[in-house]
């Protein structure tokens, strides 16, 4: 059974700072996703990752993905409060079941 | 506009009163699947669908029943609901499988 972990669940950072989310995932992984939610809103896409050593980029947001260490991790630079929010990563599998499995979630809280 | 529709936004309703959650995508996609979101559980898929009258069963499909009889629309229902399945309920589409998801608004839904 697919497990996904994240951690930090809550990360309080000051504007201009850096910091990484950490997305563990369980067992074989053909892709890795990542979206935000803000309180009380819908889940919006981030990144798919689907291969080892794959980067993506979007603003202040950077996702990377090791397929060996079963770890994605989201870098945040230079954190402006417009990115408060909570963070889902999520994995799936191709293989018998085509299922989606979530981590709980990073609950971000940028401050001035 | 592209979007994931779901009826309704809010809902509380008794134990075992049958309930159905309508969703409807304007997308032409082919996969459809059912999250619930809990506190401290991030999302847990309830069913999932990779096409036209092919549906499966999620990480959590118990009390739950789904159909998929045209491309557009996956509802989900209830058939006797109980103070457990209260929760936020959120339908997801995708070009297909692996695709990023597109979320509906989710749904509100408290069992008393």
């Known amino acids: 059974e697919l497990k996904v972990e994240q951690n930090p669940l809550f990360l309080s950072m000051q504007e201009g700072k850096n910091y990484t989310i950490y997305c563990n995932y369980s067992?074989?992984?053909?892709?890795l996703y990542w979206y935000r939610q803000d309180p009380g809103k819908s889940l919006e896409s981030l990144f798919v990752l689907l291969s080892n050593g794959a980067v993506k980029q979007e603003g202040r947001l950077m996702a990377s993905l090791d397929t060996k260490a079963r770890l994605s991790t989201l870098h945040i630079t230079a954190a402006v409060h417009d990115l408060s929010a909570t963070y889902f990563c999520?994995?799936?599998?191709?293989?018998?079941?085509?299922?989606?499995?979530f981590g709980t979630g990073t609950r971000l809280q940028v401050t001035l | 506009e592209a979007q994931v529709t779901q009826n309704p936004r809010y809902l509380i309703t008794v134990t075992g009163k049958k309930l159905t959650v309508t969703c409807s995508q304007n997308?032409?996609?082919?996969?459809m699947s059912w999250y619930r979101q809990d506190p401290g559980l991030g999302l847990r898929q309830i069913y999932y669908?990779?096409?036209?009258?092919?549906?499966d069963k999620g990480d959590v499909p118990e009390g739950y029943k789904v159909s998929r009889k045209e491309k557009r629309n996956f509802p989900l229902i209830l058939e006797s609901p109980s103070p457990n399945q209260t929760s936020l309920y959120f339908c997801a589409s995708s070009l297909k499988w692996g695709f990023e998801a597109f979320f509906g608004q989710g749904t509100r839904l408290t069992v008393v």
């Open positions: 669908s990779m096409n036209v009258e092919v549906t």
């Open positions: 997308m032409n996609h082919e996969y």
């Open positions: 067992t074989t992984s053909d892709r």
């Open positions: 999520a994995s799936g599998f191709t293989g018998t079941a085509s299922k989606l499995t």
